[in-house]
């Protein structure tokens, strides 16, 4: 979603820039922006796909970086929530601190540590 919303930021006028029907606040505070918001969503695309790939070969790295993703969702929910979006901001807050503590967990991060899937429960 990230790509797709940088895509629709940098090239305007196409046919997928009919997703913001989906959320016509969100085009309107970014809009403004433009090619800037669109290369900044392109590259946390580009982050979210690397973090992935570690994640799914179990390599430490992927690890860390999805532990940086996760940390900073956690705070921007919370930013948002104190911001006055608070049942928005609640909720994501909570489902990322759920996400976050998982993969804190040290049987979690032993897998990563050790590449060993047969540890992982």
């Known amino acids: 979603m990230a790509s797709l919303a940088g895509t629709t930021l940098l090239w305007?006028?196409?046919?997928?820039?009919?997703?913001?029907?989906?959320?016509?606040?969100?085009y309107k505070k970014l809009e403004p922006w433009g090619a800037a918001a669109g290369v900044l969503f392109l590259l946390l695309g580009v982050a979210l796909s690397v973090a992935g790939?570690?994640?799914?070969?179990?390599r430490?790295?992927?690890?860390?970086?999805?532990?940086?993703?996760?940390?900073?969702?956690?705070l921007g929910h919370l930013v948002n929530a104190l911001r006055g979006d608070v049942v928005r901001g609640a909720i994501g807050f909570t489902i990322a601190g759920?996400?976050?503590?998982?993969?804190?967990?040290?049987?979690?991060?032993?897998?990563?540590?050790?590449?060993?899937?047969?540890?992982?429960r």
């Open 53 to 58: 790939a570690g994640w799914f070969k179990r």
């Open 98 to 120: 759920a996400l976050l503590f998982y993969v804190l967990r040290s049987e979690v991060r032993a897998v990563f540590a050790t590449g060993n899937v047969t540890s992982f």
């Open 60 to 74: 430490l790295w992927g690890w860390i970086l999805a532990v940086a993703i996760l940390a900073t969702q956690v």
């Open 12 to 26: 305007r006028g196409t046919i997928l820039e009919r997703m913001w029907a989906l959320n016509p606040t969100a």
